[in-house]
């Protein structure tokens, strides 16, 4: 049992590159989120799914697009990078609305 | 909309001393509350969540949190804490959508050090 798992873990864009954060888990978790952690700013939710086909946006949500094909598989697209999106990002699952959510090991993407 | 205030960005505590982290939230009904810890490089890990029933809630590590609803408070405990103990930690609240959706706030995090 993996748990959440994130590739890449680090990654490195120039502006206005597009690329894919993969985010896959294997507790068969309805639930599915992506954060971005900021330093001095917590965590900060993108979007989120609730199962195969149902997604929707959080607080900051401009910039990335997701799908959820799957139960398994969560993936963060960055359409156009920007250096605002240099970050660190979490994906996350669980079980059920009312449960703790389990992380993964993060990406750190860099946006020169 | 919910929010939570860490007011302790770094606390700095001897090794076998007591902690007290603190946390407190804004919202409106019944809280479901977590704290989360995150050691260096790794994503976070449950430590405890309080969701009702009794107020103090044990988690895992020795750590153990009280929900104080007068004060819309959810502080971190622990009586002795160790020097694999140095992380950031987090609190955070979870409140319901329209959606049916959990959305949690995290706060801004308060980093551990831990002197021997």
């Known amino acids: 049992n993996a748990g959440v798992t994130q590739t890449p873990k680090f990654q490195v864009l120039k502006t206005g590159q597009s690329m894919t954060l993969q985010c896959a888990q294997d507790m068969n978790h309805e639930y599915m989120s992506w954060y971005r952690q900021d330093p001095g700013m917590g965590l900060r939710l993108i979007h989120y799914s609730v199962g195969a086909g149902i997604t929707d946006q959080g607080e900051v949500p401009n910039g990335y697009n997701v799908s959820r094909s799957t139960t398994e598989d969560f993936p963060l697209r960055l359409l156009s990078a920007a250096p605002s999106q240099t970050s660190v990002y979490f994906c996350?699952?669980?079980?059920?609305?009312?449960?703790?959510?389990?992380f993964g090991p993060g990406t750190r993407l860099t946006v020169t | 909309a919910q929010s939570v205030t860490q007011p302790d960005i770094h606390i700095t505590v001897s090794e076998g001393a007591s902690l007290e982290l603190r946390c407190n939230y804004s919202y409106g009904a019944t809280p479901y509350l977590f704290w989360y810890v995150q050691s260096p490089g790794q994503g976070l890990q449950l430590l405890l969540k309080?969701?009702?029933?009794?107020?103090l809630v044990q988690g895992i590590k020795g750590f153990e949190a009280e929900f104080k609803r007068s004060q819309s408070s959810f502080n971190l405990r622990k009586p002795s804490v160790h020097w694999s103990d140095a992380a950031e930690y987090f609190c955070?609240?979870?409140?319901?959508?329209?959606?049916?959706?959990?959305?949690?706030?995290f706060g801004t995090g308060t980093k551990l050090q831990v002197i021997p």
């Open positions: 996350a699952s669980s079980r059920d609305r009312v449960y703790e959510q389990y």
């Open positions: 309080y969701f009702s029933g009794d107020t």
């Open positions: 955070a609240v979870g409140a319901f959508n329209s959606g049916g959706y959990q959305k949690v706030t």
